[in-house]
């Protein structure tokens, strides 16, 4: 497919009114998508290569338990997901309990650098396979949850999610073009932050943008809306580490 | 001042023929403090890495001043043409006389 035609592709979604949701990676510029592949230039990469270090320490270390980290491919496309005492958890919320459950240690806390760069390098493995997210069984009710937030409008300037990332998906927003607003490239390097972020730190960003409460990372609100963006993910590629404005 | 090692990701092809241009790509960590001095802000002195140094074979072949206007975890690109098999040395002087340093080898067949 030619460029000039990718490019179309969300107008084209746009204009016959489908409920197509499409890859981040097809919203991105072609500079930043072309960044995004090639691991020389994309500075996510200086978290991965310290998360795939953390991965060989603690007592015991990650690869004691788990083996080579490519053992983690297709993982991080199954999260979040409900784990066995019924909590939801993403990617960062089980690593956190696999440190505090089996490693004896503190947790590292919700953005911080170590648990960027493992969640960095975990997701990795994970890298163009499909998102496979479960929405039934236990889960049903937290994805109900997630589908309500994502519906209603919120914020001073009171709109739902859907509004840009479903009607006006393609179109632009000051400097940017709008996507479906998915999940899947993160963490992700954001340019505009500098640093690696989760996706968390990128959903508090997009509640400031409306002007509505801003929930607490890893908060009830935020992980009940990421699993929902993960169902509507669901068959898409895992874009993490992605790289984005 | 001793240099220090430095987060980096250096790139270079596995090998190269004698006489080939290669292309080296150099990422590295580094916040690029540019000074906070504005009322009402904690003062935050610059702290950038503000030259880069790279010598092949003892010979340098890219000299770079960074600005405080470069982003933080600068990369940038630069070409060579490749001699002998050695090693590229890179050389971050930062604000403050930190000197940071890292190396790679081209392989030349």
């Known amino acids: ?245 | 001042m001793q240099p220090v090692p430095i987060t980096a990701r250096i790139t270079l092809p596995p090998s190269a023929q004698r006489g080939e241009v290669v292309t080296v790509r150099v990422l590295v960590r580094h916040p690029m403090e540019r000074a906070v001095d504005a009322p009402g802000l904690t003062p935050v002195p610059r702290k950038i890495l503000h030259t880069l140094r790279v010598t092949y074979s003892g010979e340098e072949v890219f000299r770079m001043a960074l600005s405080p206007g470069i982003a933080a975890n600068p990369y940038l690109e630069f070409t060579t043409i490749a001699t002998d098999t050695g090693d590229l040395v890179f050389t971050w002087e930062e604000d403050g006389g930190t000197i940071y340093r890292r190396e790679a080898r081209l392989v030349v067949t």
């Open chain 1, 1 to 245: 497919m030619t460029r000039g035609w990718r490019k179309l592709l969300p107008l084209l979604a746009l204009l016959l009114g489908a409920a197509d949701v499409r890859p981040t990676q097809d919203y991105l510029s072609p500079e930043i998508r072309a960044a995004q592949e090639d691991p020389s230039r994309h500075p996510g990469w200086l978290w991965v290569e310290e998360g795939e270090a953390l991965w060989g320490r603690g007592e015991p270390s990650c690869a004691a338990c788990h083996g080579n980290i490519a053992g983690m491919a297709g993982v991080a496309a199954r999260y979040p997901l409900v784990a066995t005492d019924g909590a939801l958890l993403d990617l960062e919320g089980r690593i956190e309990r696999c440190r505090t459950q089996h490693q004896g240690e503190s947790a590292f806390g919700r953005e911080s650098e170590p648990l960027l760069a493992l969640a960095a390098a975990i997701a990795l493995q994970s890298r163009g396979m499909p998102v496979a997210v479960a929405t039934d069984g236990p889960a049903a009710a937290f994805l109900e949850e997630g589908r309500h937030f994502y519906e209603t409008r919120q914020g001073q300037l009171n709109l739902s999610c859907g509004q840009c990332h479903d009607n006006n998906a393609g179109r632009r927003l000051r400097g940017d073009v709008i996507s479906n607003g998915l999940g899947t490239g993160y963490p992700a390097y954001r340019l505009e932050w500098n640093t690696m972020g989760s996706l968390h730190r990128r959903l508090r960003a997009c509640s400031l943008g409306v002007r509505a409460e801003q929930f607490p990372l890893g908060s009830r609100e935020y992980l009940t809306l990421e699993l929902f963006l993960a169902s509507r993910a669901n068959g898409l590629p895992v874009e993490a580490p992605g790289l984005r404005r």
